[in-house]
């Protein structure tokens, strides 16, 4: 990524995935449901089943490794956590559910304690939280 990570940009799309492979999936699919309309057949049927199924796949794929890349954010934030913040303030952190930890992932070290906190006491999202980081910490590693 060559400019700065902000909240503004700071989502990642992959482009054979969100731009080369789902694209032509969803248009096979769509060709395979107007081909089963045009042309009724067990055969037409089957193969709108069968493309359903890729995009399903594709979808389900892109779902693993983005649940992947958030447990391994938790346990990155997690040993983070404890080696930046003051023990009370550690100790409470055990609370933070996987999507608040995601949206501290961006927070610098200097105002961790305190997006931490915040996100504590007030119950902030994921999205919430990104949204009062002051000074961003990149993330270019994301999938």
Known sequence: MSEQQSYAHHRRFDPLMHFVLM??????WFTSIWHLIKYPSLHAAWAMVLCLMLVLLALLIR??????????????E?????RLLPADLAAR????TPKQCVGLRFASDGELADRV???LDENLDGEAIKKR????RPDTFRV
């Open 117 to 119: 906190r915040e996100a």
């Open 93 to 96: 952190s055990t609370a933070l």
């Open 133 to 136: 980081i002051q000074t961003w």
């Open 78 to 82: 997690s040993l983070r956590i404890q």
């Open 23 to 28: 694209p032509v999936l969803l248009v096979t």
């Open 63 to 76: 779902g693993y490794a983005l649940k992947v890349q958030d447990r391994l954010i938790r346990l990155e």
